[in-house]
């Protein structure tokens, strides 16, 4: 049982412009939401996240919005650079501590 | 300076072999996590300890078996290797345990049981 997708495997978008990457949940319990990013041979690291109390959250080029009701949140870079061409990652969390992780999106932005 | 450090970064064994793999954090956190990250690049919680105490053990084969000495180390032993535990090992660590701490995550360790 998958609680949460990342249904595009990959995402390619051109320097400059918007880069938008999805995320699904199934888990209402779910409170917390993050998002990672992760390079080729290294951890992921993390990139911004958001309370299940809140929209929406933003931290420079990034934004991320929750919408709650239909258990999506989406990513949102912009403007998109080629240094941000990595796997990213979503992950929701209870109170208990526990992170589950979607399969994460490759994102390519070409110059 | 690494905040969250593994050894080795590489692991190439024979099948029933006995490894370990080893984890430090110098960030001061409480909680600890191992992950581990299959072909389908799921990454999957395996445990958690926070303060040296087990937290979070999922269903994974008592084949391995998590070692947290002190608060700054969490160790991975896995017994009698399989093909099936190819994959790329994540330690993580963690202020505290709780959804809204996020994690930081060593390099890795990809280990190969032929």
């Known amino acids: 049982d998958q609680q949460v997708k990342q249904n595009s495997p990959s995402l390619s978008v051109q320097e400059g412009r918007i880069s938008i990457l999805n995320c699904d949940y199934t888990n209402s319990m779910f409170d917390y939401f993050l998002w990672y990013k992760k390079y080729p041979a290294e951890g992921p690291t993390f990139l911004i996240s958001?309370?299940?109390?809140?929209d929406k959250n933003e931290d420079g080029r990034f934004t991320v919005f929750l919408n709650k009701s239909a258990k999506h949140l989406s990513l949102h870079i912009v403007p998109s650079q080629p240094g941000d061409s990595a796997v990213y990652f979503c992950a929701a969390s209870s109170h208990a501590g526990k992170s589950t992780f979607g399969d994460g999106t490759t994102l390519t932005v070409k110059p | 300076d690494t905040a969250v450090s593994q050894t080795p970064k590489y692991l190439v064994t024979q099948m029933g072999n006995d490894k370990s793999i080893k984890c430090e954090q110098n960030?001061?956190?409480?909680?600890m996590y191992w992950y581990k990250q299959d072909s389908k690049k799921f990454l999957k919680i395996m445990f958690s300890?926070?303060?040296?105490?087990?937290?979070i053990n999922e269903t994974v084969p008592n084949r391995f078996s998590p070692k947290s000495p002190d608060k700054a180390h969490l160790n991975l032993h896995i017994n009698s290797l399989e093909l099936g535990d190819s994959a790329v090992y994540f330690c993580?660590?963690?202020?505290?345990?709780?959804?809204?701490?996020?994690?930081?995550f060593g390099p890795g360790t990809r280990l190969t049981v032929t």
């Open positions: 993580a660590s963690s202020q505290d345990l709780g959804a809204d701490y996020e994690q930081y």
């Open positions: 958001i309370s299940s109390i809140k």
């Open positions: 300890y926070n303060n040296k105490e087990l937290i």
């Open positions: 960030l001061g956190h409480d909680t």
